[in-house]
């Protein structure tokens, strides 16, 4: 989807149709290919610390991370501006068709400022990335993807089985050991749900407005929020809480 100040889009009704069926047809074709990750928005976040990424490609609008200012597949614009300088990128790998990889391969190979996520990818395997200029940092395994669907229905679940997943850079970047380590245990971590985002991008405001809790207003209350709940597992009673303001939780 264009971002809200695109004029040229938001204005032709008609346009904005067809560019939404457009992102929904993209979405069921994902949903049907067996190797695509539907990476949490928590790893997600992670790994778009490591180059302040501003751009991300792959997938669709429909599951992309608001917390990023533009996306893309390959030479087509989701949302955002077009801007002719390469940006720091989050890459999806598997959320490409092998035309928008081969569109992306060019400018991966052109520059440093890159991080690329996807299912393991042997010698002889076609998807792996085709140049030279890719090299391997992290290799994990673990809970970090979102349950095919999730979109539909807004579910924060994570998947319940292990998935591994690879992380690439440019060979000529640079991460340090200290990153490379919390990318590999933020993949490695035992997670049943994702963390929602939090952040202060426009695009992050508008979609928390959208939300349940949004639409209640609870995110513009001016006092202090809290959650809290309980639960029954196998005999042994537990409660925890949340509190808005300091995007954090524990037991009670």
């Known amino acids: 989807m ?6 040229t889009v938001n204005s032709e009704p008609s346009a904005l149709g067809a560019n939404v069926q457009n992102e929904l047809t993209q979405q069921l074709r994902l949903d049907k290919y067996k190797k695509h990750r539907f990476f949490s928005w928590k790893i997600l976040q992670t790994v778009k610390e490591v180059f302040q990424a501003t751009k991300y490609q792959g997938d669709t609008a429909l599951t992309i991370p608001p917390s990023f200012k533009n996306a893309g597949r390959g030479k087509a614009r989701i949302w955002g501006e077009e801007i002719a300088t390469p940006q720091p990128t989050v890459i999806s790998w598997s959320g490409l068709d092998e035309k ?4 992306l ?12 996520l996807t299912h393991p990818l042997g010698a002889s395997n076609k998807t792996q990335p085709s140049f030279r200029e890719a090299q391997l940092v992290v290799w994990a395994d673990g809970k ?5 669907g999730w ?9 319940t089985y292990s998935m591994a997943t690879e992380v690439w850079i440019s060979t000529r970047g640079k991460i340090p050991e200290t990153t490379r380590t919390a990318i590999q245990g933020a993949l490695e971590a035992d997670n049943t749900k994702g963390t929602p985002s939090f952040g202060s991008e426009v695009l992050e405001d508008i979609n928390r407005a959208g ?5 209640l207003g609870i995110y513009n209350f001016p006092g202090v ?10 005999g042994v009673m537990g409660a925890g809480f949340f509190k808005l303001d300091e995007n954090r939780g524990g037991c009670c």
Request: with cysteine; hydrophobic share 35%.
């Open 105 to 116: 391969i060019p400018t991966l190979a052109a520059t440093d400022n890159w991080i690329l």
């Open 2 to 7: 264009a971002s809200p100040g695109d004029a």
């Open 211 to 215: 939300t349940e809790a949004g639409l």
């Open 100 to 103: 928008e990889k081969l569109d």
């Open 225 to 234: 929020v809290y959650a809290t709940d309980g639960s029954n597992d196998k």
């Open 144 to 148: 970090c993807s979102r349950r095919k």
């Open 151 to 159: 979109w539909r229905e807004g579910k924060d679940e994570l998947a």
